[in-house]
């Protein structure tokens, strides 16, 4: 059964920070890898996605890296800004599931 | 414009009721699917439909009845609804069938409470 850990749990940071959000999966038969970000009371944004042959994605500040074989992703966020404050959820497709991590609470401090 | 929309945002209930969760998508994806997430933030995969056919079909109590009458539109029924039923759905779609079928595009989610 895949299991998909998110290290830190909860992440405060001042704005203007770099920051790395970890995600480690057991399974790595996996079709790709998916980032979320969920608002609180709200639904899941999906942010990038990395197919399993990809090793990186990158869409403006973010940039999401695959490790397939030891099974670990990272979401690097650049710059952070007041408005990335979110839960950031990572997913695996594996077999007939959808496997998400806990998330990482982000806080950017103004 | 909203590309995957459910209604209610927030349902409360009593035990023993049954209720339902509308969702849509304008995204014109082939396939929609149902998670639960519970109160301890894990997002479980319930039921997949492409198409209108069902093609996933999780370990779910059957008075979790989902419909689809169209492929932009997958409904959720809940019959007799039960304490533990309590929990945040999230509806999703995707350009091609299967998790392995590309990036999913969440709704924003509906909060039951069975009271």
């Known amino acids: 059964k895949q299991e998909v850990t998110q290290i830190p749990a909860a992440l405060s940071v001042p704005e203007g920070e770099n920051l790395v959000l970890n995600c480690s999966f057991t399974d790595s038969a996996i079709y790709n890898l998916q980032w979320f970000r969920q608002d609180p009371g709200k639904g899941l944004t999906s942010l990038l996605l990395?197919?399993?042959?990809?090793r990186e994605q990158t869409s403006g500040r973010l940039n999401a890296s695959l490790d397939k074989s030891s099974g670990r992703s990272t979401l690097y966020i650049a710059a952070s800004q007041p408005g990335d404050s979110a839960t950031y959820l990572c997913a695996v497709p594996t077999g007939n599931q959808f496997y998400f991590g806990t998330g990482t609470s982000l806080t950017v401090i103004p | 414009d909203t590309a995957v929309s459910q209604t209610p945002k927030y349902l409360v209930t009593q035990m023993g009721n049954d209720k339902s969760i509308k969702c849509e998508q304008n995204l014109g994806h082939d396939t929609m699917y149902w998670y639960k997430q519970d109160s301890k933030k894990f997002l479980k995969i319930m039921f997949s439909y492409n198409n209108k056919e069902l093609i996933i079909n999780e370990t779910v109590p059957n008075r979790f009845s989902p419909k689809s009458p169209d492929k932009a539109h997958l409904n959720l029924h809940i019959n007799s609804l039960e304490l533990g039923d309590s929990a945040v759905y999230f509806c999703?779609?995707?350009?091609?069938?299967?998790?392995?079928?590309?990036?999913?595009?969440f709704g924003p989610g509906t909060r039951l409470t069975v009271l």
């Open positions: 990395i197919q399993s042959s990809q």
């Open positions: 999703a779609s995707s350009q091609n069938p299967g998790l392995q079928g590309g990036q999913q595009f």
